[in-house]
């Protein structure tokens, strides 16, 4: 089995507490106005190669003992389905914790995977409001959070840890009361899915601001945080304060 990749190397940083070793996976479907790996999504050839799946797991094992985790990322790993579940399962094999990236917008290809390896921990985005955030046309962007809701769903019943995020786009917060209005509805959504987890502490909940214009906005973001966290129904044990990169 062939696999488009970008690269696999350590981090500090994508996963907090973590030590872990991260494969960046080539394509996406999506196409976020603030993504950080837009190369990497568009599949630009200066960046993306396809290489044998054996060499990724070579490189898995030569990790041994170096990391805690494996984080599979992209791009859109779920446009690589088998090739995501090989690297997952070689992960648990070496005892690594397996974590996947994604944006949870294929759910036939996230059951694919979770019926083929397991997966300790998934770290999505809340992409709200979709056809703002997706970057895609409003009538796709309305059936990308469809599919986002059904894969949360399959999500919270079979993987272990859940972690959201919410990325805020800056201009929307210049207009505290509107932005909040837009993205209510759709948080609401969200919770109504992931509320027993929250109750467990299962479920992570981080807020991300995904541009330095978060520092013009006349919303403090600690104002910001506990409004979007009341919305969402987050406790003080479901709460999560750590941050990792976003992709
Ligand atoms: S942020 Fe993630 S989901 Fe959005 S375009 Fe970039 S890689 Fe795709």
């Known amino acids: 089995m062939r696999v488009r990749l970008a690269g696999v190397g350590h981090s500090t940083i994508d996963i907090v507490g ?65 090739a995501t579940a090989a690297i997952l399962s070689k992960a648990s094999e070496l005892g690594m914790r397996p974590v996947l990236e994604s944006n949870l ?67 929307e917060l210049r207009r505290r009361d509107t932005y909040l209005a837009r993205i209510g509805r759709y948080l609401e959504q969200v919770r109504s899915i992931v509320e027993p987890r929250l109750e467990s502490g299962e479920c992570r909940v981080e807020i991300v601001a995904v541009e330095t214009e978060m520092v013009e906005t006349p919303v403090p973001p600690a104002e910001l945080q506990r409004i979007i966290e009341t919305s969402l129904g987050l406790t003080e044990g479901s709460r999560h304060e750590d941050r990792g990169r976003r992709h």
Not at 58 to 66: K, M, N, P, Q, V
Not at 143 to 161: D, G, Y
Request: hydrophobic residues 45%.
């Open 18 to 82: 973590d030590v872990s070793l991260v494969v960046w996976l080539c394509g996406c479907n999506l196409r976020c106005p603030f993504c950080h790996n837009w190369k990497i999504a568009r599949n630009d050839p200066a960046l993306c190669r396809e290489v044998e799946i054996e060499r990724v797991l070579e490189r898995l094992e030569s990790a041994r003992g170096l990391a805690d985790s494996v984080l599979v990322t992209g791009g859109e790993p779920l446009l690589q389905p088998e």
């Open 105 to 171: 917008t294929i759910p036939e290809a996230l059951r694919t995977v979770l019926d083929l390896a397991f997966v300790n921990e998934i770290v999505t985005d809340i992409k709200v409001p979709p056809e703002a955030m997706m970057g895609l046309s409003p009538e796709v962007a309305r059936r990308a959070w469809s599919s986002f809701l059904e894969s949360l769903r399959i999500a919270v019943e079979r993987v272990p840890r859940v972690t959201l995020r919410l990325p805020i786009y800056p201009g």
